[in-house]
């Protein structure tokens, strides 16, 4: 039989069930689920407490990756549904085979894998794979959302998660709306689909939200009449959005805007991006797409010291930047290298603005550069330095010099980079960081 403790700070009963004990904890409880495959749709519901997967059988160590805790659902819901906890940590988990939460079914069907709505909920370190809101439904509605996880109202923070070859219309990875305050940080996005015409791997909406430090990968967007926002998709007049270290890679969408998508009166900030190898859209945007509404309301985004490379097709425009309907960019410290076409686009309604970056296309602004930024390599985005370069823990030195090392603005500051280097930062991703490439004094 499979075990779930349920603890404070001493043991306080066995169950077979993960739900059995979700009913059985008082608030604030500790949940401990031994390794198994436990079949079952689980909803926790206005309590405070803290899932963890990944015991051993006699629960006297944790270990996820080796003590896989699989929770499977059996139809009709979301695998895991959080609803207006005080405060829900879920750690540790393998969630599979969720077909979506079903309050909704009269419109849509939200978050195949996890549902999450209301309150405080830290998802962490789980993986969630293999969850589908199409195929079991009747009606294929691909307004459906959130294959992987799916999030509105309060407070989230998504963490350290694998989401992986999720199956939705929108947002196959995550998908989130509404909430007040929305963290996404560390987490692999990778290979999920969306059959539908938004959001291939991240598709977000909200006043403050926080996409950092993850790998958005392979996702696709496929609708055959138009799809947009392969790897991440943040949208919506009252939306607020700091992109940071992100790596957002060979990622597609069938019209255009494969890597990222600014939409609809967004406002995002992009901060030491690699936005490289995505896959080709026809008409161009490979790389940023950045667009308003209809009625005049443009979309807005800053990029400082990101890399934006090797977003490469056959035809098309702007692959490393698509701007149009009202909206504004700002581009700076950055790089933009390695298209088959032109760099940038923007229709005669929009501004963009670019000052001290390099760029393959030669465009005008202060501080611009257009020279090979001669990076390690297509695969590494640090820059060469005969000062100093570093690789795999360790300083090299290279026996050419990159013109993007010490050419970020002067006003500027230096950040975390070492010495020796010209008290001016870098351009591209690892500008400002510790592993910025040296200058030569």
Request: proline letters at 2%.
């Given at each position: 039989?499979?075990?779930?403790?349920?603890?404070?700070?001493?043991?306080?009963?066995?169950?077979?069930?993960?739900?059995?004990?979700i009913?059985a904890?008082?608030?604030?409880?500790?949940?401990?689920?031994?390794?198994?495959?436990?079949?079952?749709?689980?909803?926790?519901?206005?309590?405070?407490?803290?899932?963890?997967?990944?015991?051993?059988?006699?629960?006297?160590?944790?270990?996820?990756?080796?003590?896989?805790?699989?929770?499977?659902?059996?139809?009709?819901?979301?695998?895991?549904?959080v609803?207006?906890?005080?405060?829900?940590?879920?750690?540790?988990?393998?969630?599979?085979?969720?077909?979506?939460?079903?309050?909704?079914?009269?419109?849509?069907?939200?978050?195949?894998?996890v549902?999450?709505?209301?309150?405080?909920?830290?998802?962490?370190?789980?993986?969630?794979?293999?969850?589908?809101?199409?195929?079991?439904?009747?009606?294929?509605?691909?307004?459906?959302?959130?294959?992987?996880?799916?999030?509105?109202?309060?407070?989230?923070?998504?963490?350290?998660?694998?989401?992986?070859?999720?199956?939705?219309?929108?947002?196959?990875?995550?998908?989130?709306?509404?909430?007040?305050?929305?963290?996404?940080?560390?987490?692999?996005?990778?290979?999920?689909?969306?059959?539908?015409?938004?959001?291939?791997?991240?598709?977000?909406?909200?006043?403050?939200?926080?996409?950092?430090?993850?790998?958005?990968?392979?996702?696709?967007?496929?609708?055959?009449?138009?799809?947009?926002?392969?790897?991440?998709?943040?949208?919506g007049?009252?939306?607020?959005?700091?992109?940071?270290?992100n790596?957002?890679?060979?990622?597609?969408?069938?019209?255009?805007?494969?890597?990222?998508?600014?939409?609809?009166?967004?406002?995002?900030?992009?901060?030491?991006?690699?936005?490289?190898?995505?896959?080709?859209?026809?008409?161009?945007?490979?790389?940023?797409?950045?667009?308003?509404?209809?009625?005049?309301?443009?979309?807005?985004?800053?990029?400082?010291?990101?890399?934006?490379?090797?977003?490469?097709?056959?035809?098309?425009?702007?692959?490393?930047?698509?701007?149009e309907?009202?909206?504004?960019?700002?581009?700076?410290?950055?790089?933009?290298?390695?298209?088959?076409?032109?760099?940038?686009?923007?229709?005669?309604?929009?501004?963009?603005?670019?000052?001290y970056?390099?760029?393959?296309?030669?465009?005008?602004?202060?501080?611009?550069?257009?020279?090979?930024?001669?990076?390690?390599?297509?695969h590494?985005?640090?820059l060469?330095?005969?000062?100093?370069?570093?690789?795999?823990?360790?300083?090299?030195?290279?026996?050419?010099?990159?013109?993007?090392?010490?050419?970020?603005?002067?006003?500027?500051?230096?950040?975390?980079?070492?010495?020796?280097?010209?008290?001016?930062?870098?351009?591209?991703?690892?500008?400002?960081?510790?592993?910025?490439?040296?200058?030569l004094?």
């Open positions: 039989m499979l075990c779930v403790v349920v603890s404070k700070a001493q043991p306080k009963g066995m169950f077979a069930s993960i739900g059995a004990a009913k904890a008082s608030d604030g409880a500790l949940i401990q689920v031994a390794a198994g495959h436990y079949r079952e749709n689980v909803t926790i519901s206005a309590k405070r407490l803290t899932l963890l997967g990944g015991f051993s059988p006699d629960f006297t160590f944790r270990q996820p990756a080796s003590q896989i805790t699989t929770v499977q659902g059996t139809g009709g819901d979301a695998t895991l549904t609803l207006d906890s005080k405060q829900a940590i879920v750690d540790g988990l393998r969630i599979i085979g969720g077909s979506g939460n079903e309050l909704q079914k009269k419109y849509f069907i939200l978050g195949g894998g549902y999450l709505r209301g309150g405080r909920v830290t998802l962490a370190n789980s993986l969630i794979e293999n969850n589908d809101v199409i195929a079991p439904h009747r009606q294929r509605n691909l307004e459906n959302a959130g294959g992987g996880v799916f999030a509105e109202d309060g407070e989230v923070t998504i963490i350290g998660n694998l989401i992986r070859s999720n199956v939705a219309g929108r947002g196959a990875g995550i998908a989130a709306g509404g909430c007040s305050q929305l963290t996404i940080r560390g987490n692999a996005v990778r290979d999920n689909t969306a059959l539908g015409d938004h959001g291939g791997g991240i598709y977000v909406s909200g006043p403050k939200i926080v996409i950092s430090g993850n790998i958005v990968w392979g996702n696709r967007v496929t609708f055959a009449e138009g799809s947009w926002g392969g790897g991440i998709l943040v949208h007049e009252k939306t607020h959005a700091l992109l940071s270290e790596l957002v890679s060979q990622n597609q969408a069938t019209a255009i805007g494969s890597g990222v998508f600014i939409d609809d009166g967004a406002v995002a900030e992009l901060r030491n991006e690699r936005i490289v190898n995505n896959r080709c859209s026809p008409t161009g945007g490979v790389g940023v797409y950045v667009d308003g509404l209809e009625k005049g309301v443009g979309s807005r985004a800053t990029i400082t010291n990101c890399t934006i490379a090797y977003n490469r097709c056959l035809a098309g425009r702007g692959l490393a930047l698509y701007v309907t009202s909206s504004k960019v700002v581009v700076k410290n950055s790089i933009l290298w390695g298209h088959d076409g032109a760099d940038v686009y923007r229709d005669e309604t929009s501004n963009v603005a670019i000052s970056s390099l760029t393959q296309q030669r465009l005008a602004g202060k501080g611009n550069l257009h020279s090979d930024p001669l990076f390690a390599s297509q590494d985005l640090h060469r330095s005969t000062a100093g370069r570093w690789l795999a823990g360790k300083w090299v030195k290279d026996k050419l010099h990159s013109p993007a090392i010490d050419a970020a603005d002067p006003k500027d500051e230096i950040g975390q980079e070492t010495v020796p280097h010209g008290k001016r930062r870098n351009l591209g991703t690892y500008g400002g960081s510790a592993e910025a490439s040296r200058g004094r």
